[in-house]
């Protein structure tokens, strides 16, 4: 594309060389910068572009936009200026050098505290099983609809994002999926997105770090729906409270998700004043599967899902709504979910064989919010035979008000619970643990301990534990590192257990 043809009318100026030169991709991450491309000096939160133009430039970038040229600003190079070189623009010049995928895609935006991952991985198995090629960013993979592969952010950067959707387009997929994260929307990394539906799946207490405040946080969350037209969808929590303010300023049409213990009684009409409501009733619950009718725009259905705990009915109702929009899913929606396998280290049960029936049940899961845990632990405890064993921490550089609440609830639902390290990062993991520890109710009758090593909380967690037992390891799930000071470390709380599991010990001792 012609940089005149990629700044035409946007707010860019071009201040030295050739406007008429082709670029042959955009970047702004220097380390990626490829010969003929168009380097972003975008101020970041933490770095800023216009320090690493000479490394682009030397990597064979022969365009550079940026705020204001540098000194000995090289003769053989395109320079374009801006007023703000920020997230919004360098998403404008992405979606315009990829041809606008996100408007050539059925895309579906997820965004909340706790659900996205497991509302995205249901809602691409319903699509794909109705015949509609979809593709998926989020926390755990990308799927371009060919390959897929680890992700490193819930939600890339602007550029990223659109030479993603674009491998996407040409991979034959007409819709995508894609977790969107709060701090994704405040940075405005999807602004350029054109997004068909955005689902909310709920919004408590987390990333207050960053984000100061709930009000912030929601804020950030409702970015996303601000974006939609009247011929898009909002599909919405019912009993999120701040479902309301995510919709405050949509245009969008909506479907309000439900769970309820008793089918509801509905008006015999929907009219435009009454909002379309889509409902997932509890019939009956196991230790590994729900059984539940799904109710809404496509009719009712019974449903026998492999899913556990009233917060994944949530995600399914959610699912099933969100991929109603793009196409009916209803001849595919009992097989498709009744076969669905589970999320990768959202209740994932450790296994070392089939016959399983001498060791404790060990779950881990990616609960790391205060929320996120009562979640899993309430839908975990009344199917425990035996005593409920929780395993958790704390990240470190996050958000410390969550610290010492993640250790009450988890008293007020376990017999044991394990306090350990959860990714320190920068931070002392022995000062995270005390803030933890001084949750801990006066009269709780939960057996607390504190062992630092993660690995050894987990041997120690499965060593106590009997066969009737369960165990939850909760925090990083599908993670297989952990972070301690900046360095990445091999850990994987799968891998650990089942080392030990291996070793024949557990409930023998």
Known sequence: MLI???????PIQIIRGDATIAITDVYEDSRHVSPGSLFIARSGTATDGSSFITDAIASGATAVLCTKIPENASEQVTWLTS???DTQLTGQLAERYFDHPSQKLKLIGITGTNGKT??????RRLLRQSGVMCGMIGTIEIDDGINRNTAQLTTPGSVELSRLLAKMVANGCTAAVMEVSSHALDQGRASAMTFHAAVFTNLTGDHLDYHGSMANYATAKA???????????AILNTDDPYSQEMIANSKARQLWCRVCDVAPVESPQETEEQPTFCTATILKMSSSRSYTRMAGPWGSYELDIPLIGKHNLYNTIQ???????VTSVARKLRPTLEQAKGVPGRLELVRVDEDASEFPAILVDYAHT???LENVLSAIKPLCEGRLITVFGCGGDRDESKRPKMAKIACDFSDIAIITSDNPRTENPFKIIEQIQAGVPKDTVCDVRVIDDRRHAIEQAIALAGE?????????????YQIVGTEKIHFD??????????KGVGTRQ
Not at 118 to 123: D, E, F, G, N, V
């Open 493 to 502: 709380d799968r891998q650990v257990a089942r080392e030990y599991l291996y």
């Open 83 to 85: 007023e703000t070189v």
């Open 319 to 325: 699912a099933i709504a969100a991929a109603n929009t």
């Open 370 to 372: 205060h929320d996120a």
């Open 223 to 233: 970015k996303l729906f601000e974006g939609l037209g009247p011929d898009n969808w």
């Open 118 to 123: 497991t509302t995205a991985y249901l809602t």
């Open 4 to 10: 005149s043809q990629l700044i035409s009318e946007l």
């Open 468 to 480: 009737k037992d369960t165990i939850l390891i909760a925090g990083k799930g599908h993670e297989d």
